[in-house]
């Protein structure tokens, strides 16, 4: 199986789709190679990264690959939650992909101190030449989307408010089980940690990283995943 990913830089990709795909093929002990590249996401079926290659067979979108590999090689991981713990588990990966994703977004994007440090991670394979072109126009696509999610117009401190919320929720969730749904782990935390990593671990500047400091239990939560997924196969 080919991962088609952004990077590789910081131990986990800086996508939390990415990383999630990522941490769910490790915690189900399944082998796949990664890659990376513009040419790569230049063939994107859906213009957006992760997809996969199994066999041939390409399938995109991060939840989809989960569900292709479920069926493929069995459901290694969720085979224990009841239908309470599914529906927390699809309101959580809702309100980090559907919500919570746009204020990394802003943040990554907009905010000038962080978007120095961010720039060259997310376009660093662009050739040096067209890359403000490049970054240009992708900012302004970018402008517009958070202007589609109602965010662009809100000053700052309101944005980040709701990311602090999104992540009390997490830490209310959590309380003090080791896995989001229990004691046993699923791919909803694989979920959770593509988001979480990329708050607590990317090495930018921004708020998340107290946000998620503030609640011992996601620390340890962050450091129990991030320990799950860093296996010697990369
Ligand atoms: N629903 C998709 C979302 C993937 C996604 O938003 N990927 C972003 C990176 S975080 C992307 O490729 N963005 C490029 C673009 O939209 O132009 C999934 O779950 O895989």
Redesign the pocket.
């Known amino acids: 199986m080919i991962l088609y990913h952004?990077s590789d830089a910081w131990g986990f990709d800086p996508?939390?789709?990415?990383a999630k795909v990522q941490a769910y093929l490790r915690l189900a002990d399944l082998p796949y190679e990664g890659r990376t590249g513009l040419a790569e996401f230049r063939r994107?079926p859906r213009?957006?990264?992760?997809y996969i290659d199994d066999e041939g067979v390409i399938v995109?979108?991060?939840?989809r690959i989960i569900e292709h590999v479920k069926a493929k090689y069995g459901d290694r991981l969720d085979g224990w939650l009841g239908p309470e713990q599914v529906a927390i588990g699809h309101a959580v990966s809702r309100m980090l992909?559907g919500g919570n994703y746009w204020i990394g977004v802003y943040s990554r994007w907009f905010e000038d101190d962080v978007w120095r440090i961010y720039k060259p991670v997310v376009l660093g394979a662009l050739p040096a030449l067209i890359r403000p072109v490049f970054a240009a126009a992708l900012r302004r696509?970018y402008r517009r989307r958070l202007r589609g999610v109602g965010l662009s117009l809100r000053p700052a401190e309101e944005i980040y408010e709701l990311g602090r919320q999104d992540i009390s929720a997490l830490a209310g969730i959590l309380v003090d089980k080791p896995f989001l749904l229990g004691e046993r782990v699923s791919s909803f935390d694989a979920t959770v940690y593509g988001f979480l990593a990329n708050g607590f671990y990317a090495p930018l500047p921004g708020p998340f990283r107290s946000m998620i400091s503030e609640h011992d239990n996601l620390v340890s939560y962050v450091e129990r995943l991030r320990r799950m997924t860093l296996l010697p196969k990369l």
């Not at 995109?60 to 939840?63: G, I, L, M």
């Open positions: 952004f996508s939390p789709f990415c994107a213009k957006q990264l992760p995109a979108d991060s939840q992909e696509d």
